[in-house]
């Protein structure tokens, strides 16, 4: 008899299930329906989960990754800032009373990162740091082989350092945080103020422009754009000098929108990490790469936490049964 | 016959080494001599192991605690500062060549974390920070029971945290090093600076007051000492605030000389902790403590490290063999 996991991946837009073979990263099927409708954000993840469910063989258990906060001890959700209702919902608890087999939630970034270290950029590496700038900054960490947690799943919020006391305002209501400095958000925060200003730049037209408006002026010259992101960037090596004191990686994989600006942002990011170093020793076979899975890494992921944790019961179950 | 674990502390001023039986944390016996004298420091150490090694009975391994930066996977010393000609040195190699058993080196930070780990302060407990603050600051990580080195051992050098850009100057050379700002270096550094700049103050007639003379001040209502602990406590509680997003650990164990203050510098610091979280979920089940083990954490940490690991190896070998 066939056996599968099943992997979700939960965006703001879009829900998104597929079937994995155990130890194969390839996906046996894929589907996906946008989280909004008539019904609630978990009932049409449950609809589609039940629309994906194999008609012949096993499902050994559900992977699911999370935009937000969740504990993948308890099973709950927090809060999901842009999945509506999101907020201490026990969704391990029904999705298993609703389909009868082991449940694993996952934070987003998280997820994204096992996928990365199992089938993309982090494979054959022990310690990696993994950081997501978009329109927030997120991250994770993987040591000695396990995914940083902490006690209740809080972990790894990377974006949330503060490197700048009195610094602009977070999306979290604190100041200077480096997801305030260096994602999008406060990339095109600061241009906007500096327009305000009378900076002179082509983008004076534009009251709000994007991150990518920005990144198009930057490689045409504009001097205000290009000082946007070596201003990111400058403040991205400081925090990155910061973790790399912490974690010692072996790798630091970048995934993204604003990362996929390239040398706009890394090449001030590493003359500020080079500077911010106690010590060259911390980049001693140290990599940098990008994401390999692109928009399949939730799910990849999502998949391998399952599989993780899955067989991980199993063989406790096993042991405690003896 | 009986079976022992030799436990070495390196400190500056003293090396220490004890006996300890499997799974017992009182020591069947201790001794220590001076870092310096006319021999080298390792030719001390070894002396020092050599003198307290056991007349009958077995040594299973020994674990060292070394002032400095030591990667236990190769067993070098990168460097110790305070210890005289240790740079690079295959500490490991040479003492496993001398007396022919397992050694085990470690950070003093992280072996005394796993000191109050498994007999003090963190018994029980599953993710614990540890901050060591005197005249510089050190800290470890322990997650899920395990550790935090890093690829190369370079980990947790917790008080290497940029938290404000062109503060004062680190030890390391950095500027606004946590470090640098809340240590009793830091304390010391900016009541001297404001002495210098006329701030009236009862140790006005002091060039340079050390941070036991200016938390008297304190205690007596000084102003510019009461000040000088306040400022700490706030960059402590923003660079602890840090850590809990990073690591959402259930414990803090706070050490050394400035944490002896007490309320001077928690109360302070507890506030700015309390303002810089992004949620106070950080703070669900979160113990503060201080440590247990005082002058011994060092050995007894030291004596985990080696059970640890030597019982880990030798279980390696049995199943290598099978």
Same mark, same amino acid.
């Given at each position: 008899?066939?056996?599968?996991?099943?992997?979700? &991946?939960?965006?703001?837009?879009?829900?998104?299930?597929?079937?994995?073979?155990?130890?194969?990263?390839?996906?046996?099927? +894929?589907?996906?329906?946008? @989280?909004?409708?008539?019904?609630? !954000?978990?009932?049409?993840?449950?609809m589609?989960?039940? &629309?994906?469910?194999?008609? #012949?063989?096993?499902?050994?258990?559900?992977?699911?990754?999370?935009?937000?906060?969740?504990?993948?001890?308890?099973?709950?959700?927090?809060?999901?800032?842009?999945?509506?209702?999101?907020?201490?919902?026990?969704? +391990?608890? +029904?999705?298993?009373?609703? =389909?009868?087999?082991? /449940?694993?939630?996952?934070?987003?970034?998280?997820?994204a990162?096992?996928?990365?270290w199992?089938?993309?950029?982090?494979?054959?590496?022990?310690?990696?740091?993994? %950081? @997501?700038?978009?329109?927030?900054?997120?991250?994770?960490?993987?040591?000695?082989?396990?995914?940083?947690?902490?006690?209740?799943?809080?972990?790894?919020?990377?974006?949330?350092? @503060?490197?700048?006391?009195?610094?602009?305002?977070?999306g979290?209501?604190?100041?200077?945080?480096? #997801?305030?400095?260096a994602?999008? @958000?406060?990339?095109?925060?600061?241009? !906007?103020?500096?327009?305000?200003?009378? /900076?002179?730049?082509?983008?004076?037209? +534009?009251?709000?422009?994007?991150?990518?408006?920005?990144? #198009?002026?930057?490689?045409?010259? &504009?001097?205000?754009?290009?000082?946007?992101?070596?201003? !990111?960037? =400058?403040?991205?090596?400081m925090?990155?000098a910061?973790?790399?004191?912490?974690?010692?990686?072996?790798?630091?994989i %970048?995934?993204?929108?604003?990362?996929?600006?390239?040398?706009?942002?890394?090449?001030?990011?590493?003359?500020?990490? #080079?500077?911010?170093?106690?010590?060259?020793?911390?980049?001693?076979?140290?990599?940098?790469?990008?994401?390999?899975?692109?928009?399949?890494?939730?799910?990849?992921?999502?998949? /391998?936490?399952?599989?993780?944790?899955?067989?991980?019961?199993?063989?406790?179950?096993?042991?405690?049964?003896?």
């Amino acid at each position: 008899m066939n056996a599968y996991y099943l992997a979700c &991946d939960v965006g703001g837009t879009q829900l998104r299930a597929a079937l994995y073979a155990p130890n194969l990263a390839q996906a046996v099927q +894929q589907k996906r329906i946008p @989280t909004v409708g008539k019904e609630s !954000a978990t009932e049409r993840l449950m609809m589609l989960i039940a &629309d994906i469910w194999p008609s #012949e063989g096993q499902v050994l258990g559900i992977g699911i990754g999370v935009p937000g906060m969740a504990d993948p001890e308890t099973g709950i959700v927090y809060k999901a800032p842009n999945i509506a209702g999101w907020e201490n919902l026990p969704l +391990q608890q +029904q999705l298993q009373d609703r =389909f009868g087999v082991p /449940v694993v939630l996952g934070n987003d970034a998280n997820v994204a990162l096992l996928g990365e270290w199992r089938y993309g950029a982090g494979r054959g590496h022990h310690n990696l740091l993994y %950081f @997501t700038i978009s329109t927030g900054i997120g991250g994770a960490a993987i040591i000695e082989d396990q995914l940083l947690l902490g006690e209740h799943g809080l972990g790894t919020e990377m974006g949330h350092l @503060t490197i700048l006391p009195d610094g602009p305002l977070c999306g979290c209501g604190q100041r200077g945080h480096l #997801e305030a400095l260096a994602s999008g @958000t406060g990339i095109a925060h600061y241009v !906007a103020e500096q327009l305000a200003a009378g /900076v002179p730049s082509q983008l004076a037209g +534009q009251a709000c422009p994007n991150t990518r408006q920005i990144a #198009e002026a930057a490689h045409q010259g &504009d001097a205000l754009a290009r000082s946007a992101f070596e201003r !990111a960037g =400058f403040y991205l090596g400081m925090g990155l000098a910061n973790y790399l004191h912490i974690f010692n990686p072996s790798i630091v994989i %970048f995934g993204g929108g604003v990362s996929q600006t390239g040398e706009l942002i890394f090449a001030p990011m590493r003359a500020s990490l #080079e500077k911010h170093l106690m010590s060259p020793q911390y980049l001693a076979d140290l990599e940098f790469a990008q994401v390999q899975l692109g928009d399949d890494a939730g799910l990849v992921g999502a998949y /391998v936490l399952a599989q993780q944790q899955i067989s991980r019961q199993r063989s406790q179950s096993r042991l405690s049964q003896k």
